[in-house]
Structures are given as C-alpha cells and as structure tokens.
C-alpha cells in the first residue's frame, strides 16, 4: 500500500485525464453490463410481462444496441486517457532516475552493479506502463461500477444488494489478496535476481574473449544457463499460482450468480418480487463481474509491478552520501592540504572494498602546493585513489580536515570544485560518439586546434591523425575499439583540455608503453607551473617527475 501510494502520488499532474478515464470506464461498464439487462427487459415485454419504465420492445432493444456503440467508444476513450498517463509518468519518472543518479554520483555508483542499475532504467520503469495503464483506474472503476450495481439490484430486493456486494469483495479483494500474499516473495526475488543476471550477462559479454581465450567459456554458459533456470522455475511457480486464481475467480463468479438465482427463485415465489424482479438482478449480477475480474487478473501480477516500483522509489528516495553545496565558497585555486585525514568504506555502500569496517587511512596529512607535482605511492589498497576521491568530495572524511584554497572541501560549492578539478582515472569512461566528442566532454566550445592541442600533449594525436575519419572516427560503445592504452590517452587529453588548475592522476600511465609514458611525464613536467598535479602511481618512473612523493602505508 505504501508502495502505491507514492505511486499514486506521481498521478497529481495529471490528475483531470486520471478523472476522465475513470469516468469512460465506468460509463463504458455500465453499457457492456446493461446491454443484457436490456435484452432482458425487452423479452419480457414481449412475453407480457410488462413494459418497464413504458418501454416498449423496440425501444428496449435500439438503447441495447447504443450501449453496444456506446461501449466500443468508452473503452477507446479510457484506455488512451490510461495509456496518456502511462507513457507521460513513464517518461517522468525515466527523467527522475537519470536526475537521481546525477545527484547520487559519484559516490553511491562506485562498484555498484551496473547490470542491476540497467534493469531499474529498462525493465522496472517498463514494468510500472502496467500499473498506471491498467491498475489505477480500473481500481476505481470496478468500486464505483460495484457500488453502482449494488444499488441497481437492491431496488428489487435488498438480499440481492447484500449477494452481489459480497461477491464483488470476494472476486475483487479477497482472492486477489489471498493471491497477492502468496507471490510476494517470489515476484520480489524474482525483481532482484533480474538485476543480479542482468549484471551479470553485461560482464559476460564485456569479458566473452577474455572467457575464449582462457577455455572458460562453457563454463561460463552453464552458468548463464543456471541462472536462467533458477529464474525460469520462479516464473512457472507464478504462473500457476496466477491461472489458479484465474479458475478460483471464474469459480466464485458461478457460485454467487446461482446464489443470485435460487434468491430469486425463493423470493418469487414468496411474493416478495415479481417476474421482472426474478430474471433483471440475475441477468445484472452475473453480467457485472468484468470490472472485479480485472482486479482479480492483477492479483498475481501486480506483485511484480510493485517489486518492481519498490526498486525504482528506492533509487529516487536514495540519499546521496555527500549532498551538493550550491551556497558555498567559490575560492581561487591556490593549493590544498589536510591534517590528520582518517577514512573507512564503513556505511558508504562502496561494494569493492575488501573489508569495510577497516580504515583505509589514518592520520593522513599532505601538502599539495599550487603549481608543483605532488606524487603519491604505496602498494595496493593503501587508500591512494581514495585520497582523490575524498579531494573530489566523493565522501566526507568522519575525522581529520581536509582543505583546498585554505577552505574545507565542504564548504566549496560543488559545481566550483568540479571546475577546479580534473579527475583521470586508469579505467577511461567512453562514450559512443566520436573521438572530438570524447574529448571536448569537458570543454564542448573547444575548438579543433585546442583538441589536437590536448591530443599533442597525450600523445595521441599522431594515432588519431592516422586513423580514415580522423577525429570524427566513431569509437564504439565504452570504446571497445581503441586499445587500453589508446582509451587512457584519450581520458589525458580530455583533461588537459579542460585545463583545470588541479589535476588529479590515478595511474595515468599504468597502460603505455615507456616512449608514451616518457612523452605524457614530460608533457606534465612542462605543464606543472601552469597547474597543479597530484599524481598517484606505483611506478618509480612515474614518481621520477614528482616534485615531492609521499608514501601510503
């Protein structure tokens, strides 16, 4: 229920077209229910049983074939105002995720299962066109529609009132309850373990030669064919239960309509109703049972479209772990230090730290003056790269102070601190799109003789001339085509473009031979008055153009 409500709650913006498609629904409805009301009432005018409401045969029979007319209209009408909603709130919310993955970046998405995030993006938000085409209004419809024939069949006698009220509850609530409860649990693991194959089937596919050339790609299939048994089997148990609650409903609808029926038959007898009064609420209740039937298809199913609003709402209702400062200080660049910075992964949902709970610096103080390089090693694990991530305020340090211009990162407004710093990891992100592209990420009004400027410095101009397009040559989904050397000179000239006053490297050469790497240290040496450079590395070739190195143990 809460679940639907927030659900529910996205609606509020188009709450007049919500109102209008339960309004053709259930006027829509009505004419499918009355049209063998009508029928009804116009064989016992001609059997002389009366002309009800002074009706007569061929008036009975022309209002039967308006609401026939009438139906096929409504049920257009409800079902475009339902599937407008869908896809508006379906774009929404796409606009809301990719907003909140924005806000919740870096940090929340470092060693995060990207699988997993792709499934929520595609399959979950695909999975909520369900809900709002085809549970919300329906609901609504099949309450009033109910409420409405309760008191239509009530007019003849108030036991019949009593039967078809207890037989929409039963078909529209209990046995979708009943059935909601029973696949709960599966339709949310089933949710989960979409995510968890999703994940993955993506690295499967990243690392398929990988898995060719080390003989593990049987292996590897198995495992995908596992996965997909284990889902498969959750699917089959859900698709029983559902054609289960398919036959329970069909059965429920038979029993109240005979139930309806000997009703009429004892009160007919007793007087109590005349024949009019014995035929009309059977033909009425038994006709009705459309709009709870289609609450009673949703029981099993609307299980996994709330599993699967479950993961969405959670991903928006997320709080990032560093919010941004937008009324911050915005200082000129002239160096940074910090003084006894202490750091652990605990609580932070880093997923790729070995041991959260143990810190990962201690003590920490370093000096980083404008204008020099300031290099960092020690072995792996030591807290290097996280020392620039807390530079880029992925996380704030819990003890310890860490300060760039003599102000706490903290204080700085975000979008300044981004400015000021350029971040290159070993591992390039690429995009899809050209090399030009790649590079002016950061600088999009950069010029074609700044770009090459930049590609000069990182010593990948020369490999892109070469290349048919150039630098208008398209690199391929996350760069697939370049090499891993190729793809982390790229990332270099893309931060060399940018031309932020602190450059922050993180094994920036781990993947160049010794030319390149000579030719991008010397690039950096010659551009260190100009900038900032705080350079983490294991090499002591690469340590070699540092003006100071500190060791992290």
Same mark, same amino acid.
């Given at each position: ?8 709650? &996205?609606? /509020? ?16 409805? =009505? ?9 009804? @009432? ?10 009800? @409401? ?40 796409? +606009? ?6 924005? #806000?919740?970046?870096?940090?929340? =998405? ?46 003849y006698h108030p036991l019949y009132a009593l039967i078809a009220a207890a ?16 696949? /709960?649990?599966?339709?949310?693991? @089933? ?14 596919? #990243? ?21 997909? $048994? ?5 699917? #089959? ?29 004892? &009160? ?44 969405? =709402? ?17 200082? +000129? ?25 143990? =810190? ?23 807290? /290097?790269?996280?020392? &620039? ?12 102070? &860490? ?25 390039? +992100? ?9 590079? /002016? ?8 003789? +700044? ?57 920036? %050469?781990?993947?160049? $031979?010794?030319?390149?790497?000579g030719i991008i240290l010397k690039a950096l040496r010659d551009s260190a ?12 070739? %690469? ?11």
């Open positions: 229920m809460r679940i639907m409500a927030k659900l529910i709650a &996205l609606v /509020k913006p188009l709450a007049g077209v919500m109102v209008l498609a339960i309004l053709l629904g259930v006027l829509g409805n =009505l004419c499918s229910i009355f049209i063998p009301v009508l029928g009804g @009432l116009a064989i016992l005018e001609r059997a002389g049983a009366g002309a009800p @409401l002074g009706l007569a045969f061929g008036s009975l029979i022309a209002a039967a074939v308006v609401c026939g007319a009438l139906r096929g209209a409504f049920r257009y009408g409800e079902q475009t105002c339902n599937h407008f909603i869908a896809f508006k709130l379906l774009a929404l919310i796409r +606009e809301r995720v990719f907003e909140a993955l924005r #806000r919740l970046c870096p940090a929340k =998405l470092v060693g995060r299962e990207r699988g997993n995030l792709v499934t929520i993006i595609t399959g979950d938000i695909e999975l909520l066109e369900v809900f709002y085409a085809h549970t919300v209004s329906p609901v609504a419809i099949a309450l009033v529609v109910s409420v409405i024939m309760t008191a239509f069949v009530g007019l037989g929409y509850l039963t078909v529209g609530a209990a046995l979708p309850a009943i059935a909601s409860r029973a696949v /709960k649990a599966d339709n949310a693991r @089933l949710r989960e373990d979409a995510g968890r194959f999703s994940s993955f089937y993506l690295d499967s596919l #990243r690392g398929i030669a990988e898995l060719l050339r080390s003989g593990a790609g049987e292996r590897r299939r198995a495992q995908i064919g596992g996965k997909t $048994d284990d889902t498969d089997a959750i699917r #089959r148990r859900l698709n029983s239960r559902e054609g289960a609650l398919g036959a329970l409903s069909g059965l429920a609808v038979t029993c109240f309509a005979l139930i309806t029926l000997t009703a009429a038959f004892f &009160l007919r007898r007793a007087g109590y109703v005349d024949t009019a009064g014995a035929v009309i609420p059977v033909v009425a209740v038994y006709s009705s049972f459309g709009p709870v039937l289609a609450l009673a298809s949703l029981g099993a199913g609307i299980q996994s479209t709330l599993a699967a609003g479950g993961r969405v =709402l959670g991903l928006l209702s997320e709080t990032p772990q560093t919010k941004d400062v937008t009324d911050g200080v915005t200082p +000129e660049f002239t160096g940074a230090h910090s003084d006894g910075l202490t750091f652990s992964y605990k609580n932070t949902g880093y997923a790729r730290s070995p041991v959260p709970d143990d =810190l990962v610096l201690r003590d920490l103080s370093v000096d980083i003056p404008r204008g020099k390089i300031t290099g960092i090693t020690g072995r792996s694990g030591s807290g /290097k790269s996280t020392f &620039l991530r807390l530079l880029m305020r992925f996380w704030d340090a819990p003890e310890g102070s &860490l300060f760039i211009s003599d102000a706490p990162v903290s204080a700085i407004t975000t979008e300044h601190l981004r400015c000021i710093e350029s971040f290159v990891t070993q591992d390039t +992100e690429l995009f899809h799109d050209t090399i030009e592209a790649n590079i /002016k990420l950061g600088r999009p009004d950069a010029t074609r003789a +700044e770009v090459e400027a930049a590609a000069k410095k990182a010593s990948v101009h020369a490999f892109i001339s070469s290349l048919p397009n150039g630098y208008d040559t398209q690199i391929g989904e996350l760069g697939d085509t370049l090499s891993g050397g190729e793809r982390q000179r790229v990332g270099l000239a893309r931060a060399f473009l940018r031309d932020s006053p602190l450059l922050l490297l993180d094994e920036p %050469t781990s993947n160049l $031979d010794s030319l390149n790497e008055g100009e900038r900032t450079i705080v350079l983490v590395s294991h090499r002591a070739s %690469t340590m070699g153009i540092a003006d100071r190195t500190y060791s992290v143990e």
